[in-house]
């Protein structure tokens, strides 16, 4: 493995996430959508830097097909806790690829009538999108690595380390 962002990097990223995120949404309460297991430390440092009212909350979505990447089907479960109607979300990913868990989760909260939608993702793998997606605010652009750390695992390890690294 070798360091691809070094946590103070991280962090100094995420300060600044969370800063234009209060600015965009000033005088407004903001529900915060994890999505599971990938985002908790994201979401975690993330909501402690926003300067508005925050409520959070967690869903859980599963792909199937090889271990390091996503194949085109994506299932919630375990669903949200809360009624997103009327209020204002923002889906927190770790990572988006190929573009397929995050088109599918915002479709599927999008029906639920939400006063607005965004997304953030802490890093962006932007050349290998199968289905267009645009999030609304991005950490990094990274190239094709499969990274690790900062939430983000292999076989279930490494989602403790502070940095985000590239596995050779
Ligand atoms: P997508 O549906 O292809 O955009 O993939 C998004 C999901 O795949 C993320 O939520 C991650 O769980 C996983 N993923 C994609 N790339 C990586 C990586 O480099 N390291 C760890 N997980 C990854
Ligand atoms: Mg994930």
Sequence with gaps: MRILIP???VQRRVRSLARKISRDFAGKELLLVGILKGSFIFLADLARRMSIPVKVDFIRLASYGARTQSSGKVEITKDLETSVRGKDV???EDIID???T???LFRRLRARRPRSLRTV???DKRG????PFQVDYVGFTIDNHFVVGYGLDCN???RNLSGIYAVK
């Design 156 to 158: 279930e390890e490494y």
């Design 90 to 92: 923002l889906i927190v």
């Design 7 to 9: 946590e103070e990097e």
């Design 128 to 131: 290998r999108r199968k289905v």
């Design 102 to 104: 995050l088109n599918y």
């Design 98 to 100: 190929t573009g397929v």
């Design 121 to 123: 993702a802490l890093l």
